[in-house]
């Protein structure tokens, strides 16, 4: 069965610290894997996909196959990152995303 | 250009009623996904329409179903409402693309309240 679990559902950490979001998957096969953001007020939207490798506001995020992974990374927390934070996975060219329960971040001053 | 809307932006209804969401997606977007958020389940896929075929399914009951019209609006219908269907009602749309590169963009949603 695919299956994302995101294990804290709450994450506080001081600005200019360095952040990580937990993401493992369960999926029998290649699957694509994504962060989705959702501020406060805003409509969920794509921050970023393990098949472009990119940095997105400072944010990378490496796919472990092995531990089955995708965690979220920056170095350096920004009091504008504090949002909900969503893992998701795919079936390649899929449309059908299975997301986790989600992390809200909170940076503080 | 302008986003993905859904209609109406909240809704009340009993149970046992039926209850139709409207999704317009950004132009262009032959793609439209649904998903159903609640505290409980989270976000869970419903089903997709593409080119107005139902492309793929959610694990959900055939109380709920879905169309997508030529101009690629779609709607959702839930019929014989129930207190749990209580829900923020997300429709994506994106281009439909296949290739790994394509981006679903999200509506603000449809609360719906059953009571």
């Known amino acids: 069965a695919q299956r994302v679990t995101q294990p804290e559902k709450l994450l506080s950490v001081f600005k200019g610290a360095p952040v990580e979001l937990k993401c493992n998957y369960s999926y029998s096969g290649s699957p694509e894997l994504f962060w989705y953001v959702q501020y406060s007020r805003q409509r969920l939207q794509l921050l970023l996909r393990?098949?472009s490798r990119e940095s997105i506001k400072g944010f990378t995020a490496d796919l472990n196959k092995g531990e089955t992974s995708f965690h979220l990374k920056k170095p350096f927390a920004q009091e504008e990152d504090s949002a909900m934070y969503y893992c998701?996975?795919?079936?390649?060219?899929?449309?059908?995303?299975?997301f986790g329960q989600g992390t809200r971040l909170t940076i503080n001053p | 250009k302008a986003g993905v809307t859904q209609t109406p932006r909240y809704l009340i209804k009993t149970r046992g009623q039926q209850v139709t969401l409207s999704c317009s997606p950004i132009?262009?977007?032959?793609?439209v996904s649904w998903y159903q958020q609640t505290p409980g389940q989270g976000l869970q896929f419903l089903f997709e329409y593409f080119s107005e075929t139902q492309r793929n399914k959610g694990n959900f009951p055939g109380r709920f179903s879905g169309r997508q019209f030529s101009n690629s609006r779609s709607e959702m219908n839930v019929s014989t409402l129930e207190l749990g269907d209580s829900a923020l009602y997300l429709c994506?749309?994106?281009?439909?693309?296949?290739?790994?590169?394509?981006?679903?963009?999200f509506g603000p949603g449809t609360r719906l309240t059953v009571l």
């Open positions: 998701a996975l795919s079936h390649k060219g899929a449309q059908k995303l299975v």
């Open positions: 132009s262009g977007h032959r793609s």
């Open positions: 994506a749309s994106s281009l439909g693309l296949a290739d790994g590169t394509d981006t679903q963009y």
């Open positions: 393990h098949i």
